[in-house]
Nanobody, 121 residues
Framework: QVRLVESGGGSVQAGGSLRLSCVAS????????MGWYRQAPGEQRELVAG???????NYEDFVKGRFTISRDNAKNTVYLQMNSLKPEDTAVYYC???????????????WGQGTQVTVSS
C-alpha cells in the first residue's frame, strides 16, 4: 500500500516563508511525476507546481518567482519552498504522485491528506 504524507504547513504572516515536504512510502517501484496542488475554501483544487523524474519543473503563473519545487528520488520525497507568501496563498496543500508498484503493474495517481497553509496580512 502506498502512502503520501505531507508536512511543513502552518501559519505565517504575509511575506514569510514555509517549506512543505511530502514523503511517499510503501511498495514503490518507481515514481514518475510529482506535484503540489492546493484548495482554498469554496474553490476547486488547482495545480501549483509539478516536477518530472528528471527534474523538469512547471509552475502556475501565480507562484512563479516565489515558489520552488524540488525532489529527492532516493528518498521518494518532493518539496515546495514557498517564499513571499500572500494571504491569497492560504489553502490546503496536497501532494500528488504518479507511482508504479509491482503489485499493480502500472502507474496510479496518489494523493496525500493535505497540509494547511495560512497566511495572514
Amino acid at each position: 500500500q502506498v502512502r503520501l504524507v505531507e508536512s511543513g504547513g502552518g501559519s505565517v504572516q504575509a511575506g514569510g516563508s514555509l517549506r512543505l515536504s511530502c514523503v511517499a512510502s510503501g511498495n514503490i517501484f518507481r515514481i514518475n511525476a510529482m506535484g503540489w496542488y492546493r484548495q482554498a475554501p469554496g474553490e476547486q483544487r488547482e495545480l501549483v507546481a509539478g516536477i518530472n523524474r528528471d527534474g523538469r519543473t512547471n509552475y502556475e503563473d501565480f507562484v512563479k518567482g516565489r515558489f520552488t519545487i524540488s525532489r529527492d528520488n532516493a528518498k521518494n520525497t518532493v518539496y515546495l519552498q514557498m517564499n513571499s507568501l500572500k494571504p491569497e496563498d492560504t489553502a490546503v496543500y496536497y501532494c500528488n504522485a504518479d507511482i508504479l508498484t509491482l503489485a499493480a503493474g502500472r502507474y496510479y495517481d496518489y494523493w496525500g491528506q493535505g497540509t494547511q497553509v495560512t497566511v495572514s496580512s
